[in-house]
């Protein structure tokens, strides 16, 4: 059996967190991204307060309500707070997975780009940087690829918002918690002094 010829290869390297980062279409994304976070987070500061002020005033009247009368408020309220930490909570988990969506968009699209360069360069493997033990400096077309990926695809010729699908907006940085920072009274803390009547 003949040994099979020889064929040689050519490897070239990337930075895949730079393409990200130092692109054009990159930085417009986690512009975007931390646009909406700051709005979410004002969001919850906007709620918080509500519910503070509303958990005041339900304290200040507890004094002269029957103990039922403020219990089933006070119960109300703790709903109502639970039922917003759940829609925080859904804001967040959402955002952050368009965020996630539109970092894969991104990476589709400079894909095309990447292969490109490799067929230029007469190369057949791409690799990540951070996967590769060592390699001489010519390997590595980050900074080309950078360029490339600016002039060809821009800030990714499109309203950020639909870089999600379904148009949804994108967003925030999951460091967001999403929940109002205090404790709503439980039926268990509202018992009201027994009426002197």
Do not use: C, W
Request: proline content about 6%; charged content about 30%.
């Amino acid at each position: 059996m003949q040994p099979s010829a020889f064929v040689p290869t050519g490897i070239l390297v990337v930075d895949q967190e730079r393409l990200f980062f130092e692109s054009v279409y990159g930085r417009e994304i986690l512009a975007e991204i931390d646009r909406r976070t700051d709005a979410l987070a004002a969001e919850n500061r906007e709620i918080e307060a509500e519910l503070v002020a509303e958990e005041r005033e339900l304290t200040e009247r507890r004094s002269a309500m029957q103990a039922k009368a403020f219990r089933e408020l006070a119960e109300a309220f703790d709903a109502k707070v639970h039922d917003l930490r759940q829609a925080q909570d859904a804001k967040v988990r959402d955002v952050t997975r368009l965020r996630e969506e539109a970092r894969q968009r991104f990476f589709g699209e400079a894909g095309e780009v990447l292969t490109q360069i490799v067929r230029e360069r007469g190369a057949v493997v791409l690799m990540d940087r951070r996967s590769v033990l060592a390699a001489v400096p010519e390997s590595d077309i980050t900074d080309i690829a950078v360029a490339r990926i600016n002039a060809e695809l821009g800030q990714g010729g499109a309203d950020p918002e639909a870089r999600a699908p379904g148009g949804r907006p994108l967003s925030p940085d999951a460091s967001t918690s999403g929940r109002p920072g205090f404790d709503a009274p439980s039926p268990a803390d509202t018992e009201a002094p027994a009426s002197g009547g």
